[in-house]
């Protein structure tokens, strides 16, 4: 069984531009959650969709948003980019079973962002 | 809020020697989860063990084994027979209900032959 895809491995952009991010979960995985990754703050959460659903937000400004799809695919974006947005961004699929996380999420390599 | 800390940034240790990381967090839930993760430098997040709260056991897989003193609130990940492939950041992370998981700063481990 495939892994947890994300897509582009590696971006750079320039302040004041948008980002759009691509996650493919693990086949039958329903629930996606991003993470930011960052050498000072460490693993921060930022939403988490089931079931095309927002589930957990965050506390992240407006500028970051997601959506799920039909497929379970997420995406999320990013818009009006700034110095700070540059990090490791990281997604999780997990089964969902029972309506709780407590199993297992499983993580995907990452994207990393550089904001110039 | 539920927080999860990592006292240690970086620790080492000698290839086939056993090595203790350390996490404690703080919450006001009875039923949760702990977990340490391994992320290596080729960045993929990877499960190394996990602990549930209404457990009384110390959850062991193979080499790693966990010190979990619920009271405590201690969390603390033992790796014997360090090889050379341990070397990674170990985050430990916790979650409870439906509040999504939340992760310790790391703790970088290198291990030396």
């Known amino acids: 069984k495939a892994g947890v895809t994300q897509t582009p491995r590696y971006l750079i952009k320039t302040r004041g531009q948008q980002v759009t991010l691509s996650c493919s979960p693990i086949s039958g995985h329903r629930s996606v959650s991003w993470y930011q990754q960052t050498p000072g703050q460490g693993l921060q959460f930022l939403f988490e969709?089931?079931?095309?659903?927002?589930?957990n937000k965050g506390n992240f400004p407006g500028r970051f948003s997601g959506r799920q799809f039909s497929n379970s695919r997420s995406e999320m974006n990013v818009s009006t980019l700034e110095l700070g947005d540059s990090a490791l961004y990281l997604c999780a699929s997990c089964i969902l079973s029972g309506g709780h996380t407590y199993n297992e999420q499983f993580f995907g390599p990452g994207t990393r962002l550089t904001v110039l | 809020a539920q927080t999860v800390t990592q006292s240690q940034p970086e620790m080492s240790v000698q290839e086939a020697e056993t090595v203790t990381l350390s996490c404690t967090y703080d919450t006001s839930e009875n039923n949760y989860y702990l977990f340490w993760y391994k992320q290596p430098p080729s960045r993929q997040m990877i499960l190394v063990i996990r602990?549930?709260?209404?457990?009384?056991q110390n959850a062991t897989e193979n080499r790693f084994s966990v010190n979990f003193q619920k009271a405590a609130k201690s969390f603390s990940l033992k790796i014997s027979d360090s090889q050379l492939g341990d070397t990674a950041m170990y985050f430990c992370a916790f979650i409870a209900g439906n509040t999504p998981l939340v992760f310790g700063k790391g703790t970088r481990l290198s291990v030396i032959a």
């Open positions: 602990q549930e709260a209404y457990k009384q």
């Open positions: 969709y089931f079931s095309e659903t927002q589930r």
